[in-house]
């Protein structure tokens, strides 16, 4: 049936009118889509906001994707993309205002009820992540949590697979020191 259909076929009948099409496309790719943004920004909202956006994206610029990458990498780099972007704008507020503990709160209780048990090791590898240079900590991610190998990763970025792999390393290395301070 039509769950079944690929992206290229479901992309055609999209462009073609069928906007359930779409609808199928967002069920397989909005988790992927959350959770890669999630791992990038670190908080429930900024991911809300970035899948909502790429989202809208995909709707309005699905008729002019051309398949010379694969839908799902496509995807990828407008969310890395974004989210980089959504790094950059947080960075920029917190050098303007103070941080509003009312957030926090809330940003805390959401991290409580999704994963009690590792609610500590995922905000001390998180804080370590924002301490990592963009470029460190995307490859970082890409690698880790999205399970993209170096080759899927050169396609999104548009890097070499040396300088990903150079990247990782000072990644990996950072990220295993600044946890194992805190242990």
């Known amino acids: 049936m039509m769950e079944k259909e690929n992206d290229f076929e479901l992309v055609e009948k999209f462009v ?3 906007e359930s099409a779409f609808n ?3 069920r397989k ?3 992927k889509i959350y959770w890669h943004a999630r791992q990038m920004l ?5 991911a809300d906001e970035i899948t909502q956006e790429v989202l809208i994206v995909l709707y309005n610029k699905l008729k002019t994707f051309n398949f010379r990458s694969s839908l799902y990498t496509w995807i990828y780099k407008i969310v ?3 989210s980089l972007n959504q790094i950059r704008k947080n960075k920029f507020k917190k050098l303007i205002m103070f941080e509003n503990d009312e957030d926090k709160e809330f940003v805390s209780k959401q991290d409580i009820i999704e ?3 590792n609610r500590e090791k995922i905000e001390m590898v998180n804080k370590a992540l924002d301490k990592l240079p963009p470029k460190q900590k ?3 991610v890409l690698r880790n949590f999205d399970q993209l190998s170096y080759e899927e990763i050169s396609k999104i970025t548009g890097k070499s697979i040396g300088g990903l792999k150079a990247n990782y390393f000072h990644a990996l290395k950072k990220v295993m020191e600044l946890t194992n301070e805190k242990e």
């Open 138 to 140: 995307q490859i970082f």
């Open 115 to 117: 994963d009690i048990a």
């Open 42 to 46: 670190g908080n429930h909202l900024d």
């Open 16 to 18: 073609a009118g069928d």
């Open 24 to 26: 199928l496309l967002v």
């Open 29 to 31: 790719y909005q988790k």
């Open 80 to 82: 890395t993309t974004r």
